[in-house]
T-cell receptor, first 109, second 117 residues
């Protein structure tokens, strides 16, 4: 079987930094992805880590530790538009992505 | 423009009346999949397809059917819908040129909100 655990809700202040953690248990792990979903919208791809370490894309960074079955998404210089749900996802063997239940991020002024 | 197109976007129907939600992608992707999204449960995989004429059950396949006769289309069929299938449905596609290779980002459709009374 497989499972992904991430916090259900996080609140952070505009301009600050927030980290959303994800732990996973799955067989045939290939990599960890992160998706963003605004209310009423479709999930959109943010990042993918196949190897240990930090990947940076603008204000967003994603980290993976395969030995710890753990990753996180780091959002810097938070903006109000970053308020959304964030999902971590893994690919299980040759099947498409399996998603966590999502973390709802609220950015407050 | 690269896109995944679902239809309809919204549908209210009654128990037992067969319905089909269409999904089409124009990116020549091999993988296509269907998810349902319910509050507090995230995205759960219903069915997926790794290529034409190849389909497999996901985590919540009961009450659904799919087909993959052409690469671009992957319809979701509810033969006898029931109220517990009221949900937000997403179709997604991704390219995967080599098994075990890099995970390709999935492209999602805009979603179909189904209400079954």
């Amino acid at each position: 079987g497989q499972s992904l655990e991430q916090p259900s809700e996080v609140t952070a202040v505009e301009g600050a930094i927030v980290q959303i953690n994800c732990t996973y248990q799955t067989s045939g792990f290939y990599g960890l992805s992160w998706y963003q979903q605004h209310d009423g919208g479709a999930p959109t791809f943010l990042s993918y880590n196949a190897l240990d370490g930090l990947e940076e894309t603008g204000r967003f960074s994603s980290f993976l530790s395969r030995s710890d079955s753990y990753g996180y998404l780091l959002l810097q210089e938070l903006q109000m538009k970053d308020s959304a749900s964030y999902f971590c996802a893994v690919r299980r063997g040759n099947t498409p992505l399996v998603f966590g239940k999502g973390t709802r991020l609220s950015v407050i002024a | 423009e690269a896109q995944v197109t679902q239809n309809p976007r919204y549908l209210i129907t009654v128990t037992g009346k067969k319905l089909t939600v269409t999904c089409s992608q124009n990116m020549n992707h091999e993988y296509m999949s269907w998810y349902r999204q319910d509050p507090g449960l995230g995205l759960r995989q219903i069915y997926y397809s790794m290529n034409v004429e190849v389909t497999d059950k996901g985590d919540v396949p009961e009450g659904y059917k799919v087909s993959r006769k052409e690469k671009r289309n992957f319809p979701l069929i509810l033969e006898s819908p029931s109220p517990n299938q009221t949900s937000l449905y997403f179709c997604a596609s991704s390219a995967d040129r080599s098994r075990g290779g890099p995970n390709q980002p999935q492209h999602f459709g805009d979603g179909t909100r189904l209400s079954i009374l």
